[in-house]
């Protein structure tokens, strides 16, 4: 059995299959053809915390990446990464286009490179979509495991192409109606649609030479958009990615799932079905018994946590299928604006007061009835002892997972780049 993952930046769950509004229709024919999962959550809403988590199948502070590679943060271990465990099973390991979980890919235990990084514009994933679909038609000795990074829909998106006009958009919640965001929004529809075309081209590689029925293929994204309030937010906005899984003969085609998942369940699920032996150190659960029965749970609760992006910014949650509690352990008593990404969204907040709001340090969510994450209840006696729960919880999973924020602020490794928690842009 071979393995692809495709995986984006900054898309979150802002594709068709979920109901936004844009055409994706390689995605959402893939959707059809597999299993849609509508309640999938990254381990870490910031680039290299997740896409470590999914590949170790640890959460971020256990796999150490606090913080982002080309910022100086670095993986405990690299032999734990899926491609380096899958090398040594006797799968041929390549990895075409991006990764963010180590400065040299082959320490991670990729044995070949195709394509190129490039700068993150969509051309370079639109070519390392055919190096990708050229080695996939190459005659194969052994089974293989192929990741496939595109760069979209990250900054900086192009600009609006002809099919999206910024006056026909509506920018995704929880951004507000005007012309600045039906801008952004345009322009981040644009970089979806080379996403959308990256997909189909793979896809149709392994349909024309014969190898879709024996090739478990993920789709999913590290977290969710770049946009104030999304990307580095442990609101759902910013936790919440698509993920969608097609292997024939064990998932049934058009299968849709609400079941309560995690990233870091695909290492386990990844195992199961090529019929390796799991590492014990794994901290996820595979998806598979879903296939059979959607309509089940493999988990009562998800964690998710920020440590480093651009700036400190110590965060931890529990989100369970009603409920959510998100804890803040640093000292500053606003946003961090260095941790949003720069754009005309950003500053236009900036411009209306944002720097003025004030952080709470626990926030406690009813996703039943406030599913926007707008109504703290941490305060309300009717919520206590759902608190009370959540709250241990945490603690226990912080505990188990020797949480380094347990003995107080993280430290981080030397020769770090980062930046100050007043600054306003992450360059600052």
């Not at 870091?264 to 595979?286: N, V």
């Not at 059979?292 to 965060?315: L, W």
């Not at 206590?384 to 919880?393: C, K």
Request: hydrophobic fraction near 35%; charged fraction near 20%.
């Amino acid at each position: 059995m071979n393995i692809i993952i495709m995986h984006t930046h900054d898309t979150g769950r802002s594709i068709e299959p979920y109901g936004f509004a844009c055409s994706t229709p390689r995605l959402m024919a893939f959707a059809r053809q597999g299993m849609l999962f509508r309640n999938a959550y990254c381990a870490g809403p910031t680039c290299s915390p997740s896409r470590s988590a999914l590949m170790t199948g640890m959460s971020a502070h256990s796999c150490g990446m606090l913080g982002l590679t080309h910022r100086g943060f670095r993986l405990s271990d690299p032999s734990m990464h899926l491609a380096s465990f899958l090398s040594r099973h006797g799968y041929d390991t390549v990895l075409c286009g991006v990764q963010h979980e180590s400065d040299d890919p082959f320490r991670l235990g990729y044995q070949r490179r195709v394509g190129t990084a490039g700068p993150d514009r969509g051309p370079h994933d639109r070519l390392n979509a055919l190096e990708a679909s050229a080695f996939i038609r190459e005659r194969h000795e052994r089974p293989y495991f192929l990741s496939f990074g595109m760069f979209n829909t990250h900054r900086p998106f192009p600009e609006p192409s002809g099919i999206h006009d910024p006056s026909y958009v509506a920018p995704p919640f929880p951004l507000a109606d005007c012309q600045v965001n039906r801008t952004e929004t345009a322009r981040f529809l644009t970089s979806l649609d080379t996403v959308d075309k990256c997909v189909g081209m793979v896809l149709d590689a392994l349909e024309s030479s014969g190898q879709m029925q024996d090739t478990l293929v993920i789709f999913t994204t590290d977290h969710g958009l770049a946009f104030p309030r999304m990307k580095c937010s442990l609101f759902d906005t910013g936790i919440g990615v698509s993920l969608m899984i097609r292997l024939a003969g064990t998932i049934p085609q058009g299968v849709v799932t609400d079941a309560l998942v995690s990233q870091i369940d695909l290492f386990p699920t990844i195992c199961e079905a090529a019929g390796l032996r799991p590492p014990e150190r794994l901290q996820g659960t595979s998806l598979l018994p879903l296939a059979a029965h959607p309509d089940g749970r493999i988990r009562d609760s998800v964690f998710a946590e920020v440590n480093y992006h651009a700036a400190y910014e110590p965060m931890r949650c529990i989100r369970t299928e009603r409920y959510k509690l998100i804890s803040y352990y640093g000292d500053y008593p606003g946003p961090i604006l260095s941790n949003m990404d720069d754009s005309a969204s950003k500053q236009f907040l900036v411009d209306n007061g944002l720097r003025a709001e004030v952080r709470e340090r626990e926030q406690l969510f009813d996703l039943l009835l406030d599913p926007v994450e707008r109504h703290n209840r941490v305060d309300h006696p009717e919520y206590a002892a759902v608190y009370a729960d959540l709250s241990s919880q945490l603690q226990s999973w912080m505990r188990d997972t020797k949480d380094p924020l347990l003995s107080g602020a993280v430290p981080q490794p030397a020769g770090a780049i980062v930046t100050s928690v007043g600054a306003v842009r992450p360059t600052d």
